[in-house]
């Protein structure tokens, strides 16, 4: 049905900063958020684009440091991700619901196959 696909992970330095992507399809009607899961950790939310992408919400753990937004033509929402710390290590997910932000991975329906983010010095 839905297909999601992340890209833009790697290795960066503490302070340094990486766009992820998403490629995804029905940006004007689907909330998209951001997820990640570190090594032992819980997947948790880190941030949320709703389906009109006039709202946008972050965990606070992120807040001032990450940025989510889209390009409808390109059909592809984006994390820009700035002053990294490596507790950011983690890899990241995009993932896909009909209704609202939140950031409850339970709650999305279509998950991508992540991508990695290492932040080490």
């Known amino acids: 049905q839905v297909q999601l696909v992340e890209s833009g992970g790697g290795l960066v330095q503490p302070g340094g900063s990486l766009r992820l992507s998403c490629a995804a399809s029905?940006?004007?009607?689907?909330?998209i958020g951001w997820f990640r899961q570190a090594p032992g950790k819980e997947r948790v939310g880190v941030s949320c684009?709703?389906?009109?992408?006039?709202?946008?919400y972050y965990a606070d753990s992120v807040k001032g440091r990450f940025s989510i937004s889209r390009d409808n033509a390109k059909k592809t929402v984006y994390l820009q991700m700035n002053s990294l710390k490596p507790e950011d290590t983690a890899v990241y997910y995009c993932?896909?619901?009909?209704?609202?932000?939140?950031?409850?991975?339970?709650?999305?329906?279509?998950w991508g196959q992540g991508t990695q983010v290492t932040v080490s010095s």
């Open positions: 684009l709703s389906s009109g992408g006039g709202s946008t």
């Open positions: 993932a896909m619901r009909g209704g609202s932000c939140d950031l409850i991975p339970r709650r999305f329906d279509s």
């Open positions: 029905g940006l004007g009607y689907y909330a």
